[in-house]
């Protein structure tokens, strides 16, 4: 019999603040024009995906200025959330203008809070991609035990000097078993798209194995839309600082095409592209109806396990 994870930790902006969030965010998109639309499509999957709350008109709801945001949000931690999503919104605006980056300062500034999300959103503006990719790094070496396979933490956490063939070897091991399975799934994965398996390739083996088998549970594919939408999974199913970090890299790289350092080709507007903020808005409420967050999980504890069951142990909701 499958054991159900409980429920995990709640998301940080409750359901009585959820309206004056909305509010506040549709200030602080509006530097004149009331926000792209690309914005706009965003806010609005995050209001029906994250929050499940398709009954709020956002043509019809009343923004609210800095002050304002600040009185109707007093919890340090909502705030904390109301800026990230404020930071998500603006790196949608293309190109990103200093009014739109002061504009997210002033809200910033009146509930009294300050993050990486804002100094990227300034470096950005301020062309100064080279510190954009010294901050991503950081944030990167901060959050990538949280983001990594759990035994390979210790060994693989970071990039490698050189190829470590025993663990491609040990990956590679998984072809063995039956279709259907995790690790067989995850072989396949790699040959179908081209990849070198982690160990082969050096970059950073246990972030690899614990993303790319995520990818695999979620159903994601790899392009830029489906990676957005991957991050956007994870945090619905945990609402965490380190979700909110892989989530802000993801738009960092697919929005605003910040340099990763890791060869990947940058892009931007991402989720201005046909469907892409409604598999956005999916993605959210996928992770939201979960049981579990599957993305910290030991994989390969499980990799003999039928991907169909992991799915039914976490309660991921199929793709529509």
Not at 209 to 219: F, K, T
Request: hydrophobic share 45%; net charge negative; proline share 7%.
């Amino acid at each position: 019999m499958l054991v159900v994870p409980s429920r995990p930790m709640s998301r940080i902006i409750d359901d009585a603040h959820v309206e004056p969030t909305v509010r506040a965010l549709l200030g602080a998109i509006d530097t004149g024009d009331g926000g792209t639309e690309e914005q706009r499509a965003v806010l609005r999957a995050v209001v029906d995906g994250y929050w499940q709350r398709s009954d709020l008109d956002l043509a019809s709801l009343t923004p609210l200025d800095p002050a304002a945001t600040a009185t109707a949000i007093p919890d340090e931690a909502m705030r904390g959330r109301v800026r990230e999503l404020m930071v998500a919104l603006e790196l949608c605006r293309h190109p990103l203008p200093p009014d739109q980056v002061a504009h997210v300062d002033e809200y910033a500034a009146a509930m009294g809070v300050d993050g990486d999300g804002l100094r990227l959103a300034r470096d950005i503006v301020g062309e100064s991609m080279a510190q954009v990719s010294v901050d991503f790094a950081r944030n990167r070496g901060e959050m990538r035990p949280e983001w990594s396979e759990p035994s390979l933490v210790a060994q693989y956490v970071k990039s490698l000097p050189a190829p470590d063939l025993a663990l491609r070897d040990r990956l590679l091991a998984f072809w063995d078993l039956p279709e259907g399975t995790l690790g067989r799934e995850y072989v396949e994965f790699y040959r179908r798209n081209g990849f070198e398996l982690p160990g082969e390739s050096t970059v950073t083996p246990a972030f690899f194995v614990a993303h790319d088998m995520s990818h695999l549970i979620a159903g994601y594919g790899t392009t830029g839309p489906e990676e957005v939408a991957l991050s956007a999974l994870i945090l619905g199913m945990h609402d965490t600082p380190a979700h909110w970090v892989l989530m802000l890299a993801s738009l960092g790289s697919y929005e605003a095409a910040v340099p990763t350092g890791t060869g990947f080709v940058e892009k931007e507007g991402v989720l201005a592209r046909e469907g892409a903020a409604d598999l956005f808005a999916e993605a959210l409420a996928r992770g939201a109806a979960c049981t579990g967050d599957f993305a910290s999980m030991d994989h390969l504890a499980v990799a003999d396990r039928p991907i169909a069951e992991i799915r039914e142990q976490y309660g991921v909701p199929p793709r529509r």
